[in-house]
């Protein structure tokens, strides 16, 4: 102990003056090493961080709610309202056509109003889609309904991570950032549940539950330090990030490299959709589309749309299976969420993508046995457990990192068009898989998830071959390495 007390005073006489007092005490000769001073901004978890985080994570709930809405509700809303099967898979595809819209103006409102009125817009979207839906007396005003959570929830998916990656630290931005998928897979797993216990009107009034609940709690919390920053509010930066880290925290190097960055962010100008295609900006914008991409090509959204009809087609009990996803999904994205920033983002993300296709290979098999004599009887088992199975590996990394990474990848100046081009490319796919995935069932239920296998294989390949490590490191330290 007294080698190392006296290695650490002959240490601080090599570091160089400052003209903060307790520096000039330190820069003296004794050897014995003096108080350190305020803990770096990193260190601190404070509670204006938790509940902004919280009240943030709002709208992800209201996202999962309005994700796993359309599976409970399913034979509800055919039989009371006499759709089709087609007229149906319009209502439950239409919210990604929403989604479509509010993610191309996303990263634009984001910037313009701030994170916190996209939110508190986005809200408006959802409520209103919600009540909507809960009194709708036909077709039209469902889908109306339905469109209009899409515009909100598009909105949601940007800003949410976004929000939360910029005010949270560096050393915990991993696990805060995935609280985001956290309450979507709560919100899932709720209307899966109770889904089976009370009617679809009933069900919608429950989904505008968490929408009117941020819509209050959001004028109760800080801006993005880093927005106020770029549009030039030097003061309420300042005053805004030692809020987030807690009075006793040092934010002068946070401060300062959040300044630097974004200085030289700006001596560029804010980019165009078409400026996102230079040479710099080139690594970023793969990882961010091709994660999105695979994400949704893996056909979980259409999963998660027509679970129902899954289990219906294998023989299996359709509310024993939807209840045991939703009791399963939420202790999976809670150890997703505990790994995050230890494991790190890269293998979860393999570990994650390498189960989707061993279990849907599973499924797809069990589909197999149907026409198999004699085997046929092992269908519904095989795939209420390989679709338990693959729930727990998309909820513990593809679920959710992919959005974490999309909010750490893009420097500032680029974020909101790069963040809406990346959102948008992934409600249009999301959209692509949830109509037709009922139809690709008609075709071929084996076929369906044999596909889907494949496509998680080549996720596996392209995260150990495209994507970087974004742990432990600073959202400017991690853009200017990618680009």
């Not at 432990?472 to 990618?482: D, K």
Request: aromatic residues 10%.
């Amino acid at each position: 102990m007294e080698r190392q007390s006296l290695e650490e005073g002959l240490l601080l006489e090599s570091q160089p003056r400052t003209n903060g007092t307790r520096a000039d005490f330190r820069d003296t000769e004794s050897p014995f090493p003096l108080p350190s001073g305020p803990p770096p901004s990193s260190s601190f978890i404070t509670a204006v961080l938790v509940f902004s985080t919280l009240v943030a994570v709002c709208g992800s709930f209201c996202y999962g709610s309005a994700i796993g809405y359309s599976s409970p509700a399913e034979s509800g809303i055919m039989q009371d309202l006499s759709l089709s099967v087609a007229a149906y898979s319009v209502f439950g595809s239409i919210m990604t056509v929403g989604g479509m819209i509010g993610a191309i103006l996303s990263g634009r409102i984001a910037d313009i109003l701030g994170r916190r009125l996209a939110m508190w817009l986005s809200e408006i979207f959802c409520i209103f889609g919600w009540f909507t839906i809960a009194f709708a007396k036909n077709a039209l005003w469902l889908d109306v309904g339905r469109l209009s959570i899409g515009i909100g929830i598009g909105l949601i998916t940007y800003v949410v991570p976004v929000y939360i990656a910029e005010i949270a630290p560096k050393d915990i931005r991993g696990i805060f950032t995935a609280f985001n998928q956290l309450m979507t897979t709560c919100g899932c797993s709720l209307v899966f549940f109770i889904g089976n216990l009370i009617s679809w009107r009933t069900l919608a009034l429950v989904g505008a539950i968490p929408c009117l609940l941020q819509l209050v709690t959001l004028f109760f919390i800080p801006e993005s330090p880093r927005w106020l920053e770029k549009i030039g509010k030097e003061k309420e930066f300042e005053t805004t990030l030692q809020r987030l880290r807690g009075k006793n925290a040092d934010i002068s190097q946070e401060a300062a490299d959040i300044r630097d960055h974004i200085e030289t962010s700006q001596q560029e100008s804010e980019a165009r959709w078409l400026d996102l295609f230079q040479r710099r900006y080139a690594n970023s914008l793969i990882i961010g589309v091709g994660l999105m991409l695979l994400q949704q090509l893996a056909g979980v959204s259409g999963m998660v749309y027509y679970t129902s009809t899954v289990f219906e087609k294998s023989g299996f009990s359709t509310s024993i299976g939807t209840t045991a996803m939703a009791i399963i999904q939420l202790p999976a994205t809670v150890v997703g969420v505990l790994l995050l920033d230890k494991a790190g983002r890269r293998p979860l993300l393999m570990i994650s993508a390498g189960g989707m296709c061993l279990f849907c290979y599973l499924v797809g098999l069990a589909f197999c046995f149907q026409e198999i004599p004699h085997m046929e009887k092992f269908t519904p088992n095989l795939v209420f457990i390989s679709l338990l199975g693959l729930c727990v590996a998309n909820a513990i990394g593809m679920a959710g990192i992919p959005w974490v990474i999309m909010s750490e990848i893009f420097p500032i100046n680029v974020k909101a068009t790069a963040g809406s081009l990346v959102t948008l490319i992934n409600w249009s796919i999301s959209w692509l898989m949830t109509y037709t995935f009922n139809f690709m069932l008609e075709w071929s239920s084996a076929g369906t998830f044999l596909i889907f296998s494949g496509v998680n294989l080549a996720t596996v390949v392209f995260v150990e071959n495209m994507v970087p490590e974004t742990k432990g490191r600073t959202l400017e330290e991690i853009q200017e390495t990618i680009n």
